[in-house]
């Protein structure tokens, strides 16, 4: 028996590494949102749609993490199922390439990059979702613009259930993880406050437990940025961006095991010193030839 827990009315997740969600619309129709890591991950939602008796009939992709979208081409091959991504995520859901490319600074990446984890196997993103109602499977979903933890990022909701994906953590994984993964830190902050107005009565977030204290996850969100935020712009003393990862990363008590968690946290110290800058905090001077940041 596939684990499936019941989020609301019609809406199911399968707890995992990375949450995937189900929503079963009219004439037992399934949508899937996001699916997971591997086509390990795709075949549990095959066998929770069995377990549910529901034919799965489309794919909602909430990001271009590949830790989000790599069971779509197992459940694409297996289903022939339409994708729907957000607008720029769909480029990289198609080249997944793009991920560990960008994770190095746009040249060939280490090969250690070129992992599921950081790559997953590409499928044709067949509609880009827009903010708005949209219909699937005889069901209105809301599908609100989250966007912050990826470029862009749409969280979904259904009736009182939000399936917040990347727009907020649970605790236990903030508490693990200092520093939080964000690509646009002002927009990150923007959206985890978002969630605690769209009126959800339980918010599954992508990593973590659903919850209802949804003031209470917000909350503890918006602290985490604002720690990592302090403890990036401590470590602005008149060093380049590894070296602030250094030190920002001691400061935190966050060891680096390996290369591919190494260009993540490079990625996210990256764009808090980007929003640090653009707020006045810390300013950057290129000097002989070496880039230095400086809290102001
Ligand atoms: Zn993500």
Redesign the pocket.
């Known amino acids: 028996m596939a684990h499936i827990l019941e989020l609301g009315e019609n809406v199911y997740y399968l707890p995992g590494a990375v949450n995937m969600a189900l929503v079963v619309g009219t004439d037992k129709e399934a949508v899937v949102i996001d699916t997971g890591g591997d086509k390990d991950a795709g075949r549990r939602v095959k066998k929770a749609c069995e377990a549910l008796s529901v034919t799965p009939t489309a794919i909602v992709n909430t ?1 271009a ?1 590949a ?2 979208y790599g069971g779509n081409d197992f459940l694409v091959r297996t289903f022939g199922l339409p994708v729907y991504a957000p607008p720029f995520e769909a480029g990289i859901i198609e080249n997944p390439y793009l991920e560990p490319v960008y994770l190095f600074n746009g040249a060939k990446p280490l090969h250690e990059l070129t992992s599921k984890w950081l790559m997953a196997k590409p499928v044709q993103v067949t509609h880009l979702l827009e903010p708005g109602a949209l219909r699937l499977a005889g069901l209105t979903l809301e599908i609100f613009d989250t966007s912050g ?2 470029h862009t ?1 749409y969280a979904v909701k259904i009736g009182d259930v939000l399936i917040a ?2 727009a907020v953590f649970g605790v236990s994984v903030l508490d693990k993880y200092p520093l939080p ?1 964000g690509q646009d830190i002002g927009a990150q902050r923007e959206s985890a406050a978002q969630v605690a107005e769209l009126s959800a009565r339980i918010v599954l977030p ?1 990593h973590g437990d659903p919850t209802e204290e949804v003031a209470v996850l917000v909350e503890e969100n918006l602290e985490a940025f604002a720690r990592a935020a302090n403890a990036v712009a401590a470590a602005c003393t008149n060093v380049g961006t590894e070296g602030v990862l250094k030190t920002a990363a001691d400061a935190l008590s966050l060891e680096i095991k390996d290369l591919p968690r190494y260009y993540l946290n490079l990625c996210v110290v990256s764009a808090y010193l980007s929003y640090l800058r653009e707020t006045g905090r810390v300013e950057l001077r290129l000097e002989h030839n070496e880039l230095r940041w400086r809290i102001k």
């Open positions: 990001h993490h830790d989000h933890h990826a990022h994906a990347d993964f992508g």
